[in-house]
């Protein structure tokens, strides 16, 4: 009998910081693993909300409309975008990687039943400091739920 060769993991980003999940499940992405994230929305980010937000604001200036390049405001596109820039995905084993990656927000009627990974290293129990959710940030920089 032989084993998978590429396990799926299903994380859980409910309460987890974006940077250090990102960069776990980058590593685990470049290890050959699936990656399905739940909960986008609920990612955390640390620090002040307002000056994430006009951070935020200011990188949505840059580019054009037409050439680009895109910025998005959904927060599973967002995590998804973040977790790209933790991989060489110029080169070829960095473009097989985030092709192993699905973000969803919530949590999808196929998956609700199976088991869901909670990264440890990303808890955002360890933050003293201020900090707010992903879909706070979304919902200031244009993000329309009806989308």
Not at 69 to 83: A, E, G
Request: aromatic share 6%; glycine share 8%; hydrophobic share 40%.
């Amino acid at each position: 009998m032989q084993t998978t060769k590429n396990p799926v993991t299903l994380i859980n980003a409910d309460g987890l910081i974006l940077g250090r999940m990102a960069s776990k499940v980058a590593k685990k992405l470049l290890n050959g693993e699936k990656v399905i994230i739940v909960n986008a929305e609920k990612a955390i980010i640390s620090g002040k909300k307002k000056s994430k937000i006009a951070e935020a604001k200011e990188f949505l200036e840059v580019g054009a409309p037409m050439r680009g390049p895109f910025h998005y405001r959904r927060p599973d596109r967002i995590l998804r975008k973040t977790v790209r820039g933790m991989l060489p995905f110029k080169q070829p084993k960095g473009k097989n990687a985030l092709k192993k990656l699905k973000v969803f927000i919530s949590v999808p009627e196929d998956l609700k039943d199976q088991q869901m990974v909670t990264l440890e290293e990303a808890q955002a129990a360890k933050l003293k400091g201020p900090y707010f959710t992903l879909a706070e940030l979304a919902k200031e920089i244009g993000w329309n739920q009806g989308e």
